[in-house]
C-alpha cells in the first residue's frame, strides 16, 4: 500500500511542479486575495478613531475590537489567518478534478486492473492535494507578513509548527472530502457545479473573513458545524501568540475536531474507493 | 490447462445486455481474437476478464483464478493494453515505465533492466527520456504496449492494438504482436473490429455479435466454411467432359462452366492449383487465364451475421473517444 501511494504521488507531484506557469499562478493568486479581501474589506478600519479621544475610550474599542476578531485590531491580520486556511480550501477542491481526468482518459482503468489496493489510489491524489495546499498555505503566510501581517510579540517557531499541523488536518480533511465526492463522478462539468456550489458557503460561513459572533444565529450554527472556522482559529491563535500566553483548552478543542474530521474523511474515502471506483 | 475459461459470462447494463452468456476457452500459449463491430460486447469482455467490472451471471477464470474472487492474483499474472491512450502525457517514456513498473512490484534493478529490454523490443529506447507528449499516435500505442509488458504477463490483453494508427504503423505493431508471440511464448487476447488483423495475427477467432458468439475456430476452418477458395481457369477449349474430368481431381468441390471459364471451388486453393495445372495439362489443354481468390473474413462474417463489418456505425460515445484519441494523437 505504502510503496503504491508513493509512486503515485510522486506522479501527481511531478506533474505540478514540471508545469511553470501554474508554479506562477500559484504564486500570484494569493497575492491577490490579499491584496482584495485583506487590504480592500478593511472592516476593522470602519471605525476612525478621532486624534483626541481619551486613551481610556481608545483602550476600550480597542479592547471591543479585539475580542470580536479574536485578539486583534488589525483586520489585515485577523483575515491573512483566514486566507490562509481558504487557500487550503480551495487547492483540495481540484483534487478531484485529476481523479476525473484520469478517469476521462483511461488512466484509472489501467490503475484498476494494476494489482494495487484501491485505497492506495484515493491515497495519492489526497497526498499530493495536501503537499500543495500546505506549499500555498506557506506561501500565503509569507506573503502576508511581507504585506504587513503583525504577528503576536511571543510568536516563533513552535508556532509555525502548530499552524502547519493545523493546516495538515483541515487539508486531509478537506482533500478526503472532496476525492470522496469526486469518486463517482464521470464528467469535470458535474465536478465544477458540485464545487462551486460548495467553496463560497465554505469560505463565507466560516470565521475565516467574518467574526462569528457578529453572525445572524442560523448562521453561527452552520459556521461552528464548519471545519475551516477551526482550521482558522487555530491559525490566527498562533500567529497571534502574545506574551500573555496561549489558551491551551481552546486550542486543544480546536485540533480534537480537526483531527476527528481529517480521520473520518480520509478513512471515508479509502473505505468507498474498491465500491466507488469500479466502473459500471 | 486453460489460459482463460468463461461460462455463460453475461454483463448487463440496465435493459442492455452487452456480453450474454458467453462460453469460451483460450489455451495456454495461443493468440486468441475477439472479432466484432463496435458494440458488439468485445471491451465489456475484456473488462469482466480484466477485473475491471464485475459479471453479471457466469463465471470466467484467469489461469484457474475466479476474476470476482481472486480479483488480485488475476491482477497480478494479467496485462492490459486498453483501447484508450493511458499514458501520463506529463511524464517521459521511463517515467511512465518506472511508474508501470512499481505498480506491479517489480524491483526497480529488475525494473530497469527490463524496461530496457522491452523498449528496445517496440524501438522506443532511445525516445525513453523524452515526455509523452511529443511522442507521434505510433509510439505512444508502442508505449503502451511496452507497459503492458514490465511485469511478464502470463496473459496479455490487447484491446483494439492498432485503431486509429496508418497502415504502416499497423504492421509495424502486428510485427511486434507476433514477437512476442514468438519470443515470449506468451498468451494474448486480443479484440479487434479490423479482419485482416485478425487474420493476420490469430491463431483462433471469435465472431462476436450483440454479445454472443457466433462462430468460433482458426481463421483458415472459417474461411473453408464458405466452401473453400475459387480458381478460375480459362482454357482453350471447353466441354462437359472435361468438367467432369476436373471434377474428380483432388481437393476440387465444385465446378461450374460459363463459357470457356471454369469456376472451381476448392479446399487450400495454394495446393490445389498447382496440381490442377498440372493435371490440364496432362489432358493437353491449354492455360490462357488463371486466378485465384480466397474468401476473407469480412465474407465470412457476412454469412454469418448476416451483414458486413463494414456497415456497422459506431455510437455517439465511441465516436467521441475516437475522435479524442486522434486529437492525442496528432498533438
Known amino acids: 500500500m505504502i510503496s503504491e501511494t508513493w509512486a503515485l504521488t510522486v506522479r501527481e507531484v511531478k506533474k505540478w511542479v514540471r508545469e511553470p506557469i501554474l508554479l506562477f499562478m500559484m504564486i500570484i493568486q494569493p497575492v491577490i486575495w490579499l491584496g482584495l479581501f485583506g487590504k480592500a474589506f478593511n472592516l476593522t478600519g470602519l471605525i476612525q478613531l478621532p486624534p483626541n479621544l481619551p486613551p481610556q475610550f481608545r483602550e476600550m474599542i480597542n479592547q471591543m475590537l479585539r475580542s470580536t476578531f479574536g485578539g486583534t485590531t488589525d483586520y489585515f491580520t485577523y483575515m491573512a489567518a483566514g486566507m490562509i486556511c481558504v487557500i487550503v480550501l480551495f487547492t483540495a477542491m481540484f483534487s478531484g478534478m485529476s481523479l476525473v481526468w484520469d478517469r476521462r482518459f483511461g488512466f484509472l482503468n489501467k490503475l484498476l486492473a494494476a494489482p494495487i489496493p484501491r485505497g492506495s489510489i484515493i491515497l495519492a491524489k489526497i497526498n499530493s492535494s495536501v503537499m500543495r495546499g500546505m506549499f500555498q498555505a506557506i506561501l500565503v503566510l509569507g506573503i502576508a507578513m511581507g504585506l504587513g501581517l503583525k504577528v503576536g510579540d511571543a510568536f516563533g517557531p513552535l508556532d509555525v509548527l502548530g499552524i502547519l499541523a493545523a493546516l495538515a488536518l483541515l487539508s486531509l480533511g478537506l482533500s478526503s472530502m472532496f476525492v470522496a465526492i469526486t469518486i463517482r463522478i464521470k464528467r469535470q462539468e458535474t465536478l465544477m457545479a458540485t464545487v462551486n456550489l460548495l467553496n463560497l458557503p465554505l469560505m463565507f460561513a466560516s470565521s475565516a473573513l467574518f467574526p462569528i459572533t457578529q453572525m445572524p444565529d442560523w448562521l453561527q450554527t452552520i459556521a461552528r458545524l464548519n471545519p475551516i472556522s477551526y482550521g482558522c482559529n487555530t491559525v490566527r491563535a498562533f500567529i497571534l501568540h502574545s506574551s500573555e500566553g496561549l489558551d491551551l483548552s481552546s486550542l486543544t478543542f480546536n485540533f480534537e475536531v480537526l483531527i476527528a474530521f481529517a480521520l473520518i474523511f480520509s478513512l471515508a474515502g479509502i473505505f468507498f474507493a474498491d465500491r466507488g471506483l469500479r466502473k459500471g | 490447462m486453460s489460459m482463460v475459461e468463461t461460462q455463460n459470462l453475461t454483463k448487463a447494463f440496465g435493459k442492455l445486455v452487452a456480453v450474454d452468456h458467453v462460453s469460451f476457452d483460450v489455451k495456454e500459449g495461443e493468440m486468441f481474437g475477439f472479432l466484432g463491430p463496435n458494440g458488439a460486447g468485445k471491451t465489456t469482455t475484456i473488462n469482466m476478464l480484466t477485473t ?91 508505449l503502451e504496449l511496452a507497459e503492458g509488458l514490465i511485469h511478464y504477463p502470463k496473459l496479455l490483453f490487447l484491446d483494439e492494438p492498432t485503431l486509429g494508427l496508418d497502415v504502416q504503423t499497423r504492421t509495424l505493431m502486428w510485427d511486434y504482436i507476433r514477437k512476442l508471440k514468438e519470443e515470449q511464448k506468451m498468451t494474448v487476447f486480443l479484440t479487434t473490429h479490423y479482419m485482416e488483423e485478425a487474420d493476420a495475427l490469430c491463431d483462433r477467432i471469435a465472431i462476436i455479435d450483440h454479445g454472443q458468439i457466433k462462430a468460433l475456430d482458426s481463421p483458415r476452418a472459417l474461411k473453408d466454411r464458405l466452401g473453400g477458395d475459387v480458381i478460375e481457369l480459362s482454357l482453350s477449349e471447353h466441354s462437359a467432359d472435361i468438367t467432369k474430368a476436373i471434377l474428380t481431381l483432388p481437393l476440387v468441390r465444385e465446378v461450374k462452366n460459363y463459357g470457356d471459364v471454369y469456376r472451381i471451388k476448392v479446399l487450400r486453393g495454394e495446393e490445389a492449383l498447382p496440381s490442377l495445372l498440372e493435371n490440364i495439362m496432362k489432358m493437353n489443354l491449354k492455360v490462357v487465364r488463371v486466378s485465384l481468390t480466397k474468401p476473407t473474413l469480412d465474407q465470412v462474417y457476412l454469412e454469418i451475421a448476416g451483414r458486413s463489418l463494414r456497415e456497422h456505425e459506431g455510437s455517439k460515445e465511441e465516436a467521441m473517444r475516437m475522435r479524442r484519441n486522434m486529437m492525442r494523437m496528432r498533438t
Not at chain 2, 483464478?65 to 511524464?91: M, Y
Open chain 2, 52 to 142: 475491471l467490472l464485475k459479471p453479471t451471471d457466469g463465471t470466467a477464470r484467469i489461469n484457474g483464478f475466479d476474476v470476482v474472487k481472486d480479483a488480485n492474483k488475476v491482477r497480478s499474472i494479467i496485462g492490459l493494453v486498453p483501447q484508450d491512450l493511458t499514458i501520463d502525457d506529463d511524464l517521459s517514456g521511463m517515467e511512465n515505465m518506472m511508474l508501470q513498473s512499481k505498480l506491479y512490484h517489480v524491483p526497480e534493478a529488475e525494473a530497469r533492466r527490463r524496461i530496457e529490454e522491452v523498449l528496445r523490443l517496440v524501438d522506443l529506447w532511445n525516445d525513453a527520456k523524452r515526455k509523452v507528449e511529443t511522442y507521434s499516435g505510433g509510439m505512444r500505442k508502442r
